[in-house]
């Protein structure tokens, strides 16, 4: 079968939603819940947002009708699909008592065959970004450095799943996903991805569909989809450089890791910590923070403790507990933490950059931080690099 | 990663709150399992289909670990409480653990009530601990203050069951008073043994100690260094070694032949809670051992 792009009929999203069911997938997709698009189990093409933007702005997100019949006509959902990976709470496993000794049980390791329907370039990437933490991988050779360990209850989630992306068409105020070089095209990123084409016009509202796997040909073979035209060709490349020219807002990455591991007492962290209420949205809103409380939750009467691992964040005092008091008490270290975590300390551990540009964290900021235009101002500061000595004399770090 | 059952073989009071527990692995012990690295783990990607079984080599529970280095620590387990990063206070044994623990919240406590017969789980060994080698044909001096001599010991053992591969050694203990001097027998072994210099001072003096007074770094002046051929190592809490570092690079000893151990809150130890996070290190993997050269520049900064 020939790899050029088919096209599909806005109404045959149905039979594919019958082609996943068939094949025993369950479809992680949109949908509107709360005022909020989120994403859950869907088993039909009218569970999908259609007709519904978002107006994503610093602070503030809401939805609006668009006056079409778009499906996936709005920018990074409110929800991320990270919590259907790197679950909000996992019991990792549990032991019972057993006379003198102790037996094991595995956590929830569910597999299930899953697809997700609709997933944004932006996110894509920050799956790839939690991979590496997850995932394991050899150790990086020459550098001396370790190789990380996998975990099995992501892996559960993670295995098999099928990616049906969505080339964005409307990106947010708030998204950067060009400046990270994250979206909005997917590529060969997904199993199959789509573009969607001409949603005002009911009779031409089309997909114009790309498999780049087997898994993703084969599913869109028995789905008997016509070869795109120029025409749909070119909508589509119309469609993506919509996406582009829109793109609300831009991050220049040029030598950023560096720039902020010099920053680390530039004046603008006082400026921010003024503004930062410490409360954390960002980090849970974020497709690839990873932090976790890992800890014993034993039901002792029933002779059960479960390891437990709940998702946590650098703002949280007790993150950098130590028997005597925290490292990082002021608002200061922590947004310290969580920006350059993101944008320059992760590249250290992980070889890419932890932010992938979906803008969720400005959106969900109750006071509107807005991480581009911190960058910004660190680029502009004059602060410059600490000089050897200069912090010698005070107390420095945490004193214990 | 599961815990490995370890059988409590000795329970040890070293002081009021500090106990020094021994571990047997499990009876059946197989080819070590290392719990920091699962093989055959998944490595999955994006859209692809191959099937992985994460997880398919978890350390069975019939096996013991992989030999702890010193400097490397085990995350001990008691159940139904939770588990603490404690460092190996002994290595070199055959399948067994050592560990020494000093009773400051709920874990520490629990594993310090452990008597012979309990059972401690036990995930590791993890970390990276002493650059030993560096040290061999070299001069050393090791550096530990209250809790922090636990991990050195290992070092210790390691000179003195090769003592000719190394030049001059030695050993700075300082604690608050002489009561709080741990492993105080074994010190004044090596102390009349002379195999080594040691050197003892308490903060707080009773009226019997005829030791030094102070803290550790008015100890160091006394120590005779040949500074280009120089090894450190030292733990402790971090202003101590911060002033330890300072003191002997004004002597000349150069940043990276100067290790000190960090303490940072762990509770995954694998790099993936991120509780250990010192700027780009994960501290559980890449640390608790860092040159001074490395640490330094990330100390410096207030709260990093
Ligand atoms: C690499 C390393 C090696 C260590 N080696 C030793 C040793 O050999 N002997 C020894 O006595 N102590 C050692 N410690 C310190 C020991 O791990 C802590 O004292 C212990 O974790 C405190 O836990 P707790 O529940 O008893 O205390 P609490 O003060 O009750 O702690 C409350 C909670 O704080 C958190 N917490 C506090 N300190 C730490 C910490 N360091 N890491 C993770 N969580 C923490 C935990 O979530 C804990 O449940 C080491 C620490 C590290 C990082
Ligand atoms: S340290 Fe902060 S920014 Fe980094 S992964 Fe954890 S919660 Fe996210
Ligand atoms: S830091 Fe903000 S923009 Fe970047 S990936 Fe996280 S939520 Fe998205
Ligand atoms: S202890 Fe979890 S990342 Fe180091």
């Known amino acids: 079968m020939s790899n050029r792009p088919l096209v599909m009929a806005a109404h045959d999203l149905g039979a594919l939603f019958g082609v996943l069911a068939d094949d025993g997938y369950e479809v992680l997709g949109p949908t509107v819940h709360d005022g909020a698009i989120v994403i859950e189990a869907i ?96 150790a990086k050779s020459g550098s001396g450095s370790p190789r990380r360990s996998a975990d099995p209850v992501y892996g559960a989630k993670r295995e098999g799943i099928l990616f049906i992306g969505i080339n964005c068409s409307d990106p947010a105020s708030t998204c950067f996903c060009t400046s990270m070089g994250t979206g909005p095209a997917i590529g060969e990123r997904a199993d199959l991805s789509l573009t969607e084409l001409d949603p005002a016009l009911p009779d031409q509202h089309r997909f114009l569909v790309h498999a780049t796997t087997d898994r993703g040909r084969a599913i869109a073979a028995r789905m008997n989809l016509a070869v795109a035209t120029d025409r749909d060709l070119a909508s589509a490349t119309a469609v993506r450089d919509g996406a582009i020219a829109s793109m609300g807002r831009s991050m220049d990455t040029e030598d950023l890791p560096a720039r902020l591991r010099e920053a680390a007492e530039d004046p603008r962290w006082d400026d921010v910590a003024r503004r930062c209420l410490s409360c954390g949205n960002c980090t849970m809103a974020c497709p690839t923070c990873f932090c976790a409380d890992v800890s014993d939750q034993p039901d002792v009467a029933a002779g059960v403790d479960e390891r437990v691992r709940e998702w946590a964040s650098c703002f949280q005092l007790d993150h950098s507990y130590l028997h005597g ?5 002021s608002t200061k270290a922590r947004y310290r933490q969580w920006m350059t975590h993101k944008l320059s300390t992760w590249w250290d551990q992980f070889g890419v950059s932890g932010c992938v540009g979906c803008g969720r964290c400005i959106t969900f900021c109750p006071v509107g931080i807005d991480i581009t235009e911190e960058v910004r101002a660190i680029r502009a500061s004059k602060s410059v690099p600490l000089e050897e000595g200069t912090a010698e004399t005070g107390e420095k770090g945490h004193s214990r | 990663m599961r815990p490995v059952l370890y059988t409590v073989t000795s329970a040890k009071r070293e002081m009021a709150s500090t106990m020094t527990i021994t571990l047997e692995p499990p009876r059946q012990v197989g080819i070590g399992q290392t719990g920091a690295a699962e093989p055959g783990a998944a490595q999955v990607g994006i859209a692809q289909t191959g099937v992985a079984q994460p997880g398919a080599a978890e350390p069975g529970a019939a096996q013991g670990l992989v030999p702890i280095a010193p400097g490397q620590f085990n995350m001990l387990w008691s159940w139904g409480v939770g588990e603490a990063p404690i460092s190996a206070s002994q290595s070199g044994l055959d399948g067994a653990l050592v560990h020494t623990v000093r009773d400051v919240g709920g874990v520490t406590k629990a594993l310090c009530a452990k008597q012979p017969g309990d059972v401690v789980g036990v995930r590791g060994p993890f970390g990276r601990g002493w650059d030993i080698d560096t040290a061999r044909g070299q001069d050393l001096i090791v550096v530990g203050g209250g809790i922090g001599l636990a991990p050195l010991r290992p070092v210790v053992h390691t000179i003195l069951a090769s003592r000719s591969d190394f030049g001059r050694v030695a050993l700075v203990v300082g604690a608050r008073s002489a009561a709080e001097l741990l492993f105080r027998s074994e010190l004044d072994c090596w102390w009349r043994d002379r195999a080594i210099t040691v050197r003892t001072i308490v903060d707080r003096p009773s009226r019997d100690w005829h030791g030094s007074i102070g803290i550790v770094t008015n100890e160091l002046p006394r120590l005779e260094i040949d500074p280009g051929r120089t090894v450190v190592m030292v733990c402790g809490p971090e202003v101590m070694m911060r002033f330890v570092a300072l003191n002997l690079i004004e002597r000349g000893v150069a940043p990276e032949a100067i290790q000190v151990s960090l303490e940072r809150n762990m509770q995954c130890a694998v790099g993936q809670c991120g509780h250990c996070q010192l700027a780009g290190y994960f501290l559980c993997r890449d640390g608790p051992v860092l040159t001074w050269e490395v640490a330094r520049p990330l100390l410096e900064v207030r709260e990093l």
């Open chain 1, 43 to 138: 088993t039909q093409p009218s569970q999908l947002p259609r007709g519904w933007g978002d107006a994503q702005e610093p602070g503030s997100y809401r939805l609006v009708e668009r006056g079409d019949g778009a499906y996936f006509g709005f920018a990074a959902p409110a929800g991320t699909w990270k919590r259907h990976l790197f679950e909000p709470r996992a019991v990792l496993w549990r032991s019972r008592r057993d006379g003198d000794g102790v037996v094991f049980e595995p956590g929830e390791h569910v597999r299930r065959r899953r697809a997700f329907l609709g997933i944004r370039g932006c996110d894509l990437a920050a799956i790839a970004v939690q991979d590496r933490v997850f995932c394991g991988s050899p």
């Open chain 1, 325 to 329: 008091g925290s490292v990082r008490v």
